[in-house]
Structure formats: structure tokens, C-alpha cells
T-cell receptor, first 117, second 109 residues
Framework: NAGVTQTPKFQVLKTGQSMTLQCAQD?????MYWYRQDPGMGLRLIYY???????DKGEVPNGYNVSRLNKREFSLRLESAAPSQTSVYFC????????????????FGDGTRLSIL | DAKTTQPTSMDCAEGRAANLPCNHS???????VYWYRQIHSQGPQYIIH???NNETNEMASLIITEDRKSSTLILPHATLRDTAVYYC??????????FGQGTELSVKP
């Protein structure tokens, strides 16, 4: 019953360092997502992958890159971390939408808390 | 893209029904309404979704007005573990969830 697993749970970086956040799901979902959540705000979509082999930008993609390694894994990379990227990062997965105005529910991990000094 | 509006915070007594409102007056005819909640320090959790008929599952009930401009999430017997931020969301034209700031529900003994 792992669902969506994110690693690490906590990380502190210095400005300019690079880092990759890992995400894996065991529900055989086609679609995966990366969000960030800043204090007092809702979630904002960074990147998503509708299916294995595809990735697309979300609302706030600047400063990030992603890799859909296989169907299970979707990683988020910060090439040169900045203090503005201090946030909680959530990965999510879902079955692929079937269209007709409905999209399947997303299942979230418990987040990576990232601080950049 | 449809925009949702929710009260910032609400209180509810333990054991009573919690009714969380959401306005989505710009929702289009084929857009579903989704509810998630986020308990402190955890990832969001899907609760329920609906189009125009009322929906019920083991967690909650969703009442959508006939004109679809608003909906209410009902937790029939709130417990302390239901204390969380509740998000009423829709999908934008790109098929992506749009999260607002949600309603912070405090269930009090």
C-alpha cells in the first residue's frame, strides 16, 4: 500500500547547488505530476507527464527540469537552487484521463520539504 | 478556466455535520467539481467529485446546485481527524487541477 513515495522527505541546500527529487508510484498510473506549495497557498503545478515518454510544463516550470524515467518514476531536478524555490514539493499520479470533461482523481505523496539558504 | 471561491476558515463541533461551501459560478457544462483535503504535513487526499448529481461515498457527500454555480461538501459526523484544509477544485482547459487556498476546517471537541 505504498502509493506515491517521495524521497527525500527533507533537504537543505545552499544557493546554486543542484538536486533531484525522486518520486515513484506503484499503482500502475499513466500520469504523474509535480506541484509546489508555499506557505498559505494552494498547490501550483510545475510539470506533468501525461504518459511515459512525455512531459509538459505546468504553471510554474522556470528553474526546474523533469524526467519520466519509466512508468513508475518521475523526477524533478533543480539545476541551480535559489531561495525562491524553498517550498514543499508534492508528487502525484493518476490514471490517464478519458476526456469528456472528467479527469481521474490524483493520488499524492507526502511531500519533500526543501529549504534553500 | 473555472474559478472556485471558498471561505478561508470554518469551525465545527465534533460529531456534528460539517458543511463546506464552494462557489464556482464560471464552471462550464462538462466540468466536474473535485474535493480534496490536506491534513497538516501530509499530501492532499482525494475525497469526492461530481458533475451535477449529488454524490456520496464513504468519506463525504457532495451536493451540487441545479445551476451548478455552487456546491457543498458534507462530512456527516465530523471527528477531530477531519481537521484539515479542504480544497474545492476544477480542471482547467489544459486538463490540470487548479487549487485555490481552500477552507481550513477546525473540528473542536
Amino acid at each position: 500500500n505504498a502509493g506515491v513515495t517521495q524521497t527525500p522527505k527533507f533537504q537543505v541546500l545552499k544557493t546554486g547547488q543542484s538536486m533531484t527529487l525522486q518520486c515513484a508510484q506503484d499503482m500502475n498510473h499513466n500520469s504523474m505530476y509535480w506541484y509546489r506549495q508555499d506557505p498559505g497557498m494552494g498547490l501550483r503545478l510545475i510539470y506533468y507527464s501525461a504518459s511515459e515518454g512525455t512531459t509538459d510544463k505546468g504553471e510554474v516550470p522556470n528553474g526546474y527540469n523533469v524526467s519520466r524515467l519509466n512508468k513508475r518514476e518521475f523526477s524533478l531536478r533543480l539545476e541551480s537552487a535559489a531561495p525562491s524555490q524553498t517550498s514543499v514539493y508534492f508528487c502525484a499520479s493518476s490514471e490517464m484521463g478519458s476526456g469528456a470533461g472528467v479527469s481521474p482523481p490524483q493520488h499524492f505523496g507526502d511531500g519533500t520539504r526543501l529549504s534553500i539558504l | 478556466d473555472a474559478k472556485t471561491t471558498q471561505p478561508t476558515s470554518m469551525d465545527c463541533a465534533e460529531g456534528r455535520a460539517a458543511n463546506l461551501p464552494c462557489n464556482h459560478s464560471t464552471i462550464s457544462g462538462n466540468e466536474y467539481v473535485y474535493w480534496y483535503r490536506q491534513i497538516h504535513s501530509q499530501g492532499p487526499q482525494y475525497i469526492i467529485h461530481g458533475l451535477k448529481n449529488n454524490e456520496t461515498n464513504e468519506m463525504a457527500s457532495l451536493i451540487i446546485t441545479e445551476d451548478r454555480k455552487s456546491s457543498t461538501l458534507i462530512l456527516p459526523h465530523a471527528t477531530l481527524r477531519d481537521t484539515a484544509v479542504y480544497y474545492c477544485t476544477t480542471y482547467n482547459q489544459g486538463g490540470k487541477l487548479i487549487f485555490g487556498q481552500g477552507t481550513e476546517l477546525s473540528v473542536k471537541p
